[in-house]
């Protein structure tokens, strides 16, 4: 089994930064993606990037050069999004997703408001 828990949301003006963390915690060596989503009120729950076992990392086209998904190498149990150059169309409920052997596991979201 594994969970996971997002934390780094709130509010920001349009131009800021925010990093948001995952943490997993359980079988952490049985996880092989981990994946930030996000969903905008009224709106289709939508992948923004995902970092797999290996390191291979895919972003969404209207994030490419903005956000930037790492992991803690050291313990590889938090998966970071760091978020350069908001816009207000960035805002969002954004979930972490974590793809294990057993099954799948989702968080409960952080809020990201971007708003002057």
């Known amino acids: 089994q594994v969970q996971v828990m997002e934390s780094g949301g709130g509010l920001v003006q349009p131009g800021g930064s925010l990093r948001l963390s995952c943490a997993a915690s359980?079988?952490?060596?049985?996880?092989?993606?981990i994946h930030w989503y996000r969903q905008a009120p009224g709106k289709e729950r939508e992948l923004v990037a995902r970092?797999?076992?290996?390191?291979?990392?895919?972003y969404r086209d209207s994030v490419k050069g903005r956000f930037s998904i790492s992991r803690d190498n050291a313990t590889q149990g938090t998966v970071y999004l760091q978020m350069n150059s908001l816009k207000p169309e960035d805002t969002a409920v954004y979930y972490c997703?974590?793809?294990?052997?057993?099954?799948?596991?989702w968080g409960q979201g952080t809020q990201v408001t971007v708003s002057a």
């Open positions: 997703r974590a793809d294990y052997s057993g099954g799948t596991s």
């Open positions: 359980g079988t952490i060596s049985s996880i092989r993606f």
């Open positions: 970092i797999s076992r290996g390191g291979s990392i895919n």
